[in-house]
């Protein structure tokens, strides 16, 4: 008796497990374009509790497309992982989203293969550190940023040393003195 419990609750475990599992797979899309395929997931239904904020782009999946605008959206929400890759199946790009908004670490590749960039982002906007890759894929440049404004200088690395970039405002300063 007590055997047959405890396979009864091992099974209704893997049932709940299985059931909560599924949704991911409906939900996610492949879409082929240009010689590139990208995999994405939305939410399954049209998202109708999120109230857009004016700064931010929302990228959404409508009429077998991925769009994104700013500060409003229609059709499907993207939320969860997202991948673009070549016609070989390499790496373009790499994030996640939640709600529609770029969200976590975000890598871009550049046509050879090596690491283009990293880039962190918080409800749709840059927040964190910014790393730009060369070539051959070392570490070039990084900015941090917050809430989608840059903070700080720009710092260049060649040879294996820092540099301060000096922001933009700073040189036209001087070129006018």
């Not at 109230?51 to 993207?78: A, C, D, N, R, S």
């Not at 990084?142 to 989608?148: A, D, H, L, M």
Request: charged content about 25%; some cysteine.
């Amino acid at each position: 008796m007590t055997k047959n419990i405890i396979l009864l609750g091992l099974f209704l475990s893997f049932c709940v497990i299985t059931e909560a599992q599924t949704p991911l797979f409906k939900n996610r899309i492949a879409i082929n374009k240009d010689q590139h395929q990208i995999r994405a997931y939305i939410y399954p239904d049209k998202v109708k509790n999120i109230k857009p904020k004016k700064k931010v782009f929302y990228h959404y999946y409508y009429q077998k497309e991925i769009h994104q605008t700013q500060g409003g959206y229609t059709g499907y929400l993207l939320h969860g992982n997202y991948e673009v890759t070549n016609d070989v199946n390499q790496m373009i790009q790499q994030g996640q989203f939640k709600n529609g908004l770029k969200n976590g670490e975000w890598k871009e590749w550049k046509g050879n293969g090596t690491l283009g960039a990293v880039s962190q982002w918080k409800k749709g906007q840059q927040h964190g550190k910014l790393k730009i890759y060369d070539n051959n894929g070392r570490l070039s440049n990084t900015q941090s940023y917050r809430n989608g404004k840059a903070k700080g200088e720009m710092t260049s690395i060649q040879n294996g040393k820092k540099r301060k970039t000096p922001k933009a405002e700073k040189e036209k300063k001087k070129q006018q003195e």
